[in-house]
């Protein structure tokens, strides 16, 4: 069985320490560790943040955690065949995402492409085909969905399907941020039912009612998009494959500057030639993950044995 393992997980404002600022190439170098620590062959992440690139922060992770991040480009001669460019997808908002893999496993050239602003993305997706000796080809796909408009989500999620479906013959993983809850009601409960309301929460939630004041007075959790992506065949492999008993466990609200209750928005989304081939879903809590960052990195394993295709 060839497996191969695909993490996720939002570093919260990862950045290019300043000189001699001390503290942030400690907090950069533990990320590392961290990362390190998952054993997973790939890692998607978000919250690469620069005023301009995220090239130079997935290079320099990925130089601390011994992974690559370097895409093929197309040949077009010999001289060619070492051309290549770092996997971050730039977001016009300054909070890029990219992917990481490990030695071993390649980029098929000329796979790699990038998307942002042009099709009206808060952040970034990106999506790139990674083959090893011991497995078939598979799509990997990192994003981050808008963190305040819940109608751009929506269409952030359609986006999604369609770039997804660009590859519908070969398995897609995708990991990411969802920034909005799940569409399983089961696996998932509403965190915000019976909760006091504040301001924040309207970026979160659909109120259902308002006061003649203007004050909302019911309202529940925002799970159109994830339902969107759901319908358009991506599905959410840890819901899926979730035989409880219980809900899943969160992956944010333990931060002090969350304000939000605890809930599960980072997950892992697999095509139906991926999700088939899932054989265990992880979520990774430990103390230092939680302290680094307000997420906690997620993790899928599938068997990508070309046998199987």
């Keep these: 069985m060839a497996t191969v393992t695909v993490a996720s997980w939002n570093l919260l404002d990862y950045k290019m320490p300043r000189y001699r600022d001390t503290d942030g190439e400690?907090?950069?170098?533990?990320?590392?560790?961290v990362i390190?620590?998952?054993?997973?062959d790939v890692v998607l992440v978000q919250e690469l943040v620069s005023p301009g690139s995220g090239t130079a922060l997935l290079h320099g992770l990925a130089k601390d955690t011994g992974m690559d991040c370097y895409a093929e480009?197309?040949?077009?001669?010999?001289?060619?065949a070492f051309a290549g460019t770092v996997a971050a997808a730039d977001a016009r908002t300054g909070y890029h995402?990219?992917?990481?893999?490990?030695?071993?496993?390649?980029?098929?050239?000329?796979?790699?492409a990038t998307f942002g602003a042009e099709i009206g993305l808060w952040h970034s997706t990106?999506?790139?085909?990674?083959?090893?000796?011991?497995?078939?080809?598979?799509?990997?796909?990192?994003?981050?969905?808008?963190?305040?408009?819940?109608?751009r989500r929506m269409t952030e999620a359609q986006q999604l399907v369609r770039i997804a479906a660009r590859h519908e013959k070969l398995p897609v993983i995708g990991g990411g941020d969802n920034n909005c809850e799940?569409?399983?009601?089961?696996?998932?409960?509403?965190?915000?039912?019976?909760?006091?309301?504040?301001?924040?929460?309207?970026?979160?939630?659909?109120v259902?009612?308002?006061?003649?004041?203007?004050?909302?007075l019911e309202w529940e959790a925002d799970r159109r998009p994830a339902r969107i992506l759901a319908a358009g065949g991506l599905v959410d492999v840890a819901a899926h494959r979730h035989t409880g008993p219980g809900p899943l466990p969160p992956t944010a609200g333990h931060h002090p500057d969350d304000p939000f209750p605890h809930?599960?928005?980072?997950?892992?989304?697999?095509?139906?030639a991926a999700a088939t081939r899932v054989i265990d879903c992880r979520t990774h809590p430990s103390d230092e993950a939680k302290e680094l960052s307000d997420h906690i990195p997620v993790s899928v394993t599938i068997d990508l044995s070309p046998s199987r295709s």
């Design 126 to 151: 990106a999506t790139i085909t990674l083959t090893s000796e011991e497995t078939g080809p598979f799509v990997v796909m990192p994003f981050h969905l808008d963190p305040f408009d819940p109608s």
């Design 73 to 80: 480009l197309p040949w077009i001669s010999e001289d060619d």
């Design 97 to 112: 995402t990219g992917a990481l893999w490990k030695p071993g496993f390649a980029s098929v050239p000329g796979t790699f």
């Design 36 to 40: 390190r620590g998952l054993g997973a």
């Design 208 to 216: 259902t009612t308002y006061s003649p004041e203007g004050v909302p």
């Design 263 to 272: 809930r599960r928005i980072d997950r892992i989304l697999a095509n139906p």
């Design 182 to 206: 799940a569409a399983n009601e089961i696996t998932d409960p509403d965190p915000y039912r019976g909760r006091p309301w504040f301001p924040k929460m309207i970026h979160q939630v659909i």
């Design 26 to 33: 400690k907090r950069n170098r533990r990320i590392a560790e």
